[in-house]
Structure formats: structure tokens, C-alpha cells
């Protein structure tokens, strides 16, 4: 049996899960592929940056993830024991609640990845993505039509055959999308093997004041890192992870908790071993994040190690961006120039953080906030959050103003359509005309219109990720003109009229060139799958 969805996404982690919601959520029809039996069984990464919990804000799930999260501070804290009466508090990289709430209506928070995957599995679903675990891709291949991909039930054996019009790498560091498209990586350097160990204790008879995300301790029989994985409900899940340990050197049950022991101050601790694991902290960059209608995204395009805590959210960043630009262009709502806008947006900032994660001790201009909410893509520039300014490229501020009568930000009107933001009617009208959305924004004290700069009668064109796609400071004689260029422009459409575009809504797959499954002998062989 063939399927024929728009996109296929191979990986059904954090960034193939927030490919395939962008995408469904903006009409698309996706198929998630995953080799694995469920989604992760290991707690992995867990902090969430501010940015990351607006996107899952506009998805609805913001809730559902903070109740999962564990009751810490984003913040470590290093000392020789857990019971150390002298613990130093350091940071890393996140902002407290109220610093990021001067800029944001929502605030980091620290969800273990085997809380986060299955809320967001959950938001798939109900956005209509078809979701298949035990699933494998085994051939690929692609063209300017799309592509075709063998995967195999790796329960029953069962093949299947999928053409989609884009096919989606979300399968990480060893990715079998990027073999299978011959796209090389380059090392970038990393820390080191390491080994971590999953546990249940309580505590709290050694902490003292705030838990901390991470705890660094020195103990001579017990250095390492402690990580916070429990969650709101039940904070007593823990990892304890040394560094310079080798696959063939992993410790013992015994080993474990002597260490833990040592490294709690705790003689007498009893923890309950969940699991250990063995793993290497090194970063990599693919020489190439997309080939024609196949992409990348997370780990697959950019491996990244924990340092300033980056990998999982730069992964739903790339899965945001990139999920709605696949969803319009095979609507045929959007052209080559905004798939090509992925590569050109998101591969700079991926590079950027694989390259920070090897830098242990270091500080950088875009660790916290300025990286996560500051970056501009029209040229990767770093703005200070508090001075953004509905600059092309920009993340479109965040401002409290009142739509029918109800207190919203603005980043809660940007999902699901682009959006202009104006006071004047001229332009109101011409949004009408082109198929744009235009709200009327109740906004007494005048914050919006310093914020977008909208003082002289000007609009802010913003897409539905959130960033400002252009601006125009004045009234125009022609808006109707001036508006549907800057949408056709947008949205890769050239000089056609957006207007046409905008109300398009392509039922089934895009067009193909291709009739024929390449993997019949005579259309040559498939691209084998290592």
C-alpha cells in the first residue's frame, strides 16, 4: 500500500514532533515515521528556553508541559557535597521568571525530555499527524518531485511504500535521511565519553533553600553532576552523570552508589537505580541541511553538547520554522524562496550553537535571552530583547494589548496565518484585499505603536512563526500594491499577486514529475539506507 502525505518526518523526538505539529497545525497531511517503540525512555535534556515556551504556548500544550516540569530554579549550584552548607550559585543561561516576563508572556521551565515527548506526541495527534513507532526507514529517494521512501514494520516486517512531497530527517546524530542523501558532517569537537545514572531518592534532608536544576560536586569519591528530572507532582528523579567515563567503564550498581553516596553527603543513601547510560558529548555540523525536497532538522543537521543547554530547544525552533514553510508550499500557498528562507534562517543559528556547545567555561554574546529571542535572520544580528523593534527579521515584540475586549500578547495572534500590524485603516483594508489578517488592537497606552514603531501610519508584516517578514514606516498612496508585493515576496512567490496564493488551499499532494516508484528496477536503484 503507498501513502501519500505532504510530509513525511522520519524521527518522532522533540524536532521531528515540532516539525509535524507546525506543519499539521498549517494544514498539511504528515506521516511521522519512528524505528523506536515509543517515544524516549531517557530523561535526555530538559531545559526549556523561553522561547521554546511561547512556541508551545501558541500550540496550547504550555500548560501540560510546566505541570511536567520540575519545581527548580534554572540555575546551578557547585559545592563538594549536596550537604555543603557553602554551595555557589552560578548560572546557566536561562532568566528567572521575572526577567524573561519583562519581554515574554511566558518564562522558562525545566521538563526531562521522557515528560516533554509524550505531551508533544499528544499535540501531533491531535493536530492529525498519523504517528508510527516500530517503524523504519530502510530506502530514499528524492527529486524535484519529492520523494519516495521504503519504510519496514520492525515488529512484523511488513514493508511500506511513502511518496511525499517532503521528507523530513529528524532521526538524529546517526541519521539515516542525511546517509541516505550523502550529506557529510563535520566534527566540531566535545568533551568527552561520559556515563549517567537514573535514580529515585529523597533528598531532602540535604537541600537547603531553592532546588537547583544541576548540582556540580567535587566530592574526591564523588565528582559529578546531579540533574533535577522529577517533576512538579514528584521531585525525588535524579541523574548523576560523570564525565571521562568510557563505553567499557561504566560503573557498577555498587560503584553507583558509593558515588552517590559521596556526592550527596548522604552516607546512608539508599537510591533506587533506574538505568545507567553511556554516551559521548561531542558536536557535529551536516555540510548541508537540505537536498531539494528533503530536510533536516535537530541533531541530524547540528549535534550539540549540553553546554549552555541548547540542543533540545534549537531543535523545536528548526521544527517551527521549518513545519510551516513545508505545510504552504505543498498547499501551493508559498515558492521556492520560503523553503529556501529555512536553510538561510536556521542553519546560521545551528552552527552558531553547536559551535558554543564545545566551549566549556566561556561565555558568548548570545548565550541566554540575546540568543534565544534576539536573533535577526535578515542578517543573524543579536538584539537585546527589550529592544526589539518589528525589524524585518526580527521575533515580532512582545506587547499586552486587548482584542474584543480580552487582555492577549501579541505573539498569541501570529499561528496560522500572517498577520499586519497597523492602526491605520488604509492598510486594514488593503490586508482585506490581499488575504492577510489585520486584528484591531485595543491599545490605549500606546505601547504597540512605540514598540512596532507604527507612530507615522506604517504596518508590520508578521509570518506565523512569530517574525517580522517586512515593514513599511508611513501611509502609502497604493497599499493594496505595496502590501501584496511584500506577501508575494514573502512567501516565494515573485511578482505573481499573493492574493491568488493566500487563497489556495491544494487539497492533495503537490504536484510530482514523477509518476513511477524509483525503487522498480527500471527506474534505477533507491538510495540505500546504512
Known amino acids: 500500500m503507498e501513502h501519500t502525505p505532504h510530509v513525511l518526518v522520519v524521527g518522532a523526538g522533540p524536532a521531528g514532533l515540532a516539525t509535524a505539529i507546525s506543519a499539521a497545525r498549517h494544514g498539511a497531511q504528515v506521516l511521522v515515521v519512528e524505528r ?6 531517557h530523561p535526555r535534556a530538559s531545559g526549556l528556553s523561553t522561547r521554546t515556551m511561547e512556541i508551545f504556548r501558541a500550540w496550547g500544550v504550555a500548560d501540560a508541559v510546566r505541570a511536567a516540569s520540575s519545581t527548580v530554579i534554572a540555575r546551578s549550584a557547585t559545592g563538594v557535597t549536596l550537604a555543603d552548607g557553602e554551595l555557589t550559585e552560578g548560572t546557566l543561561g536561562f532568566p528567572f521568571p521575572r526577567e524573561a516576563l519583562a519581554v515574554s508572556p511566558t518564562y522558562p521551565a525545566c521538563c526531562a525530555q521522557d515528560h516533554l515527548e509524550p505531551i508533544l506526541l499528544e499535540a501531533a495527534r491531535a493536530a492529525g499527524v498519523e504517528v508510527r513507532f516500530d517503524t523504519e526507514l530502510t530506502d530514499l529517494a528524492v527529486d524535484d518531485g519529492g520523494a519516495w521512501a521504503r519504510v ?4 512484523t516486517g511488513a514493508p511500506d511504500t511513502v511518496r511525499s512531497r517532503f521528507v523530513v530527517g529528524a532521526d538524529g546524530p546517526r541519521s539515516r535521511v542525511r546517509t541516505a542523501l550523502g550529506i557529510a558532517t563535520e ?3 566535545g ?8 535514580f529515585r531518592a529523597d533528598l531532602s534532608g540535604v537541600l537547603r533553600g531553592p532546588r537547583h536544576a544541576l548540582y556540580w560536586l567535587t566530592h574526591p569519591e564523588g565528582t559529578g553532576l546531579l540533574i533535577a528530572f522529577g517533576t512538579a507532582a514528584g521531585t525525588d528523579r535524579w ?3 560523570r564525565l571521562g567515563v568510557s563505553p567499557d567503564a561504566v560503573p557498577t550498581d555498587a560503584e553507583w552508589v558509593a558515588m552517590l553516596r559521596a556526592a550527596t553527603g548522604v552516607p546512608d543513601l539508599e537510591p533506587e537505580l533506574l538505568g545507567t547510560a553511556a554516551f559521548d558529548l561531542a558536536a557535529e555540523l551536516a555540510s548541508a541541511s537540505r537536498a531539494g525536497a528533503a530536510f533536516l532538522v535537530g541533531d541530524a543537521a547540528h549535534r550539540m553538547t549540553p553546554i549552555a543547554a541548547v540542543g533540545l530547544n534549537t531543535a523545536v525552533h528548526d521544527g517551527h520554522d521549518l513545519g510551516w514553510k513545508l505545510a504552504w508550499a505543498a498547499r501551493g500557498r508559498a515558492g521556492e524562496g520560503l523553503l529556501a528562507s529555512y536553510v538561510s534562517e536556521r542553519r546560521p543559528v545551528g552552527e552558531r550553537n553547536a559551535r558554543r556547545s564545545v566551549r566549556a567555561g566561556e561565555t558568548d554574546p548570545a548565550d541566554g535571552m540575546v540568543g534565544d529571542l534576539g536573533t535577526r535572520y535578515a542578517d543573524h544580528a543579536l538584539v537585546d530583547p527589550s529592544r526589539l523593534s518589528a525589524a524585518p527579521g526580527e521575533r515580532a515584540p512582545h506587547v499586552w494589548v486587548h482584542v474584543d475586549g480580552r487582555r492577549r500578547s ?14 491605520e485603516e488604509s492598510w486594514r483594508r488593503a490586508a482585506a484585499a490581499v488575504g492577510v489578517d489585520a486584528p484591531h488592537l485595543d491599545d ?5 505603536a512605540r514598540r512596532y514603531r507604527l507612530e507615522g501610519g506604517g504596518a508590520v508584516l508578521v509570518r506565523p512563526d512569530g517574525h517580522v517578514a517586512w515593514r513599511h514606516d508611513a501611509v502609502d498612496p497604493d497599499p493594496v500594491t505595496a502590501l501584496d508585493a511584500a506577501v508575494a515576496g514573502t512567501l516565494g512567490l515573485g511578482s505573481g499577486p499573493a492574493a491568488n496564493a493566500l487563497s489556495a488551499c491544494s487539497p492533495g499532494l503537490a504536484a510530482s514529475t514523477r509518476t513511477n516508484s524509483p525503487f522498480v528496477p527500471s527506474e534505477g536503484e533507491p538510495v540505500p539506507v546504512a
Open 36 to 41: 523506536h517503540r515509543s517515544t524516549s525512555i
Open 152 to 155: 519496514q514494520d520492525t515488529v
Open 187 to 189: 566534527p566540531l569537537g
Open 191 to 198: 568533551l568527552g565519553p561520559a556515563a549517567q545514572v537514573l
Open 239 to 241: 541523574g548523576f552523570a
Open 410 to 423: 501579541t505573539l498569541d495572534l501570529w499561528d496560522g496565518r500572517l498577520t499586519l500590524v497597523t492602526a
Open 444 to 448: 490605549p497606552d500606546g505601547r504597540l
